[in-house]
């Protein structure tokens, strides 16, 4: 069973700054790590996946995010943020190769609020 | 948007009614999944299919029922609601090109009283 722990429920940060939100899954076989988006009152909006390769991943709206295997670690980053990326984000690990029948396991996400 | 509503979007009931939510895809994807979201614990999995009449249980399965009697249709059923199934439920579809995505539906807010 994999398990995924978002280290900060909220985050503050004003406008133009830097922002790193935290995540720490668990799981005894291969994973594949995934950050979805929520804005408010709207459904989940996939922001990028590592599946395997390069462990630097790039998704949309200019956040990337880096798979640490050591330290079981798949953090997001953007090195600006706008008032537009006030929303909750949320981490997801899925056991890799599809052999879970290809389900997700969430973290309790972290509200990013940004402030100008 | 993977093309998946939910119906209805928003439904206040009393406990010990039946609640049945819908959620219908129309790009022929696999897969579909119900979660629930509550504050502090994220989305957690209740049910879930790979196939027509294919299902099983999720994290918090307990108090739901589903069936999928055809591709398109997924459908979520309290037999008789509690107050603590008072959440937002999302429904959720694998993309047929890559597995390993699930795209989301609007959701839909349940209040039991």
């Known amino acids: 069973a994999q398990s995924v722990t978002q280290l900060d429920s909220q985050v503050p940060v004003f406008e133009e700054a830097p922002v790193e939100l935290r995540c720490n899954y668990s799981s005894s076989v291969s994973v594949y790590l995934f950050w979805y988006v929520q804005y408010p009152n709207q459904g989940l909006q996939l922001l990028l996946k590592y599946l395997s390769g390069s462990t630097l991943v790039k998704g949309i709206n200019g956040f990337e995010a880096e798979f640490n295997k050591s330290q079981t670690s798949f953090h997001l980053r953007k090195p600006s943020v706008h008032i537009s990326d006030t929303a909750e984000y949320f981490c997801?690990?899925?056991?890799?190769?599809?052999?879970?029948?290809?389900?997700?396991?969430f973290g309790k996400g972290t509200l990013l609020t940004v402030n100008p | 948007d993977a093309g998946i509503t939910q119906s209805p979007r928003h439904k206040v009931t009393e406990t010990g009614t039946p609640v049945t939510l819908r959620c219908h895809q129309t790009?022929?994807?696999?897969?579909m999944y119900w979660y629930r979201q509550d504050p502090g614990h994220g989305l957690r999995l209740i049910h879930y299919s790979y196939g027509v009449k294919d299902t099983d249980k999720g994290e918090v399965s307990d108090g739901y029922s589903v069936s999928r009697s055809k591709t398109e249709d997924f459908l979520l059923t309290l037999e008789s609601a509690t107050s603590s199934q008072t959440s937002v439920y999302f429904c959720a579809v694998s993309s047929g090109q890559t597995y390993n995505e699930q795209f989301f539906g609007p959701g839909t807010r349940l209040t039991v009283l």
């Open positions: 790009e022929n994807h696999r897969y």
């Open positions: 997801a690990v899925m056991e890799g190769g599809g052999g879970s029948n290809y389900k997700l396991t």
